[in-house]
Every structure is written in structure tokens, then in C-alpha cells.
């Protein structure tokens, strides 16, 4: 018993140490890797009717809620509730199987 505990205590330990501590969150760490500003993003509207910028590079994919300059959010009714429009899965070598 003592054995399967330590194996799975040093198991724990390797895949912790595995994590990667990204720190800048502006890049795209994946398989093409690219500052995240020189993607092209869409618009996703939420089912209240709000926007959120959507970017989908094949692997990876990006969500942030669309704010004013004075941060609130931004419902401009640019599509339907729960719809996906514009270039959003442009730009990226590896292409989305879905």
C-alpha cells in the first residue's frame, strides 16, 4: 500500500511541474503561435443579446465580453441570440474539425 501511495505521490509531483505558468496571456502559446491582437475576431451574442468577441484559431479558442469605455456591456444586436458572426475562425494554419 505504501508503494502505490508513493507512486502516486510522485506522479502528482511530475504532473504539477508540468503546468506551464504563462504569465502573458497575450499570446497564443499553441500550435501557431501569434500575439492574440493580430487575430481576427467575430462577435458572439449571448442568449441575453449582449456581445462577446469570439476567436477561434483550430485548437485554442478565445472569449471575452464586448465592454463600453466605461466598462459595461456592449448588446448591439449585430446577430441573433446565441449566433456567431464574422471571421472568427480565420487566420490560423490549423484548421477546426468541427
Not at 464586448?66 to 475562425?89: I, Q
Amino acid at each position: 500500500m505504501k508503494l502505490i501511495k508513493g507512486v502516486l505521490v510522485l506522479a502528482l509531483g511530475v504532473g504539477v511541474s508540468a503546468c506551464d505558468n504563462k504569465v502573458d496571456k497575450t499570446v497564443d502559446r499553441g500550435f501557431d503561435s501569434d500575439h492574440i491582437s493580430t487575430m481576427t475576431a467575430g462577435i458572439w451574442v449571448d442568449p441575453v443579446g449582449c456581445d462577446h468577441w469570439i476567436i477561434d484559431d483550430g485548437v485554442e479558442g478565445y472569449l471575452s465580453q464586448r465592454l463600453d469605455p466605461y466598462g459595461k456591456p456592449v448588446c448591439s444586436g449585430a446577430a441573433p441570440p446565441g449566433v456567431a458572426t464574422g471571421p472568427f475562425k480565420q487566420g490560423s494554419a490549423f484548421k477546426d474539425q468541427i
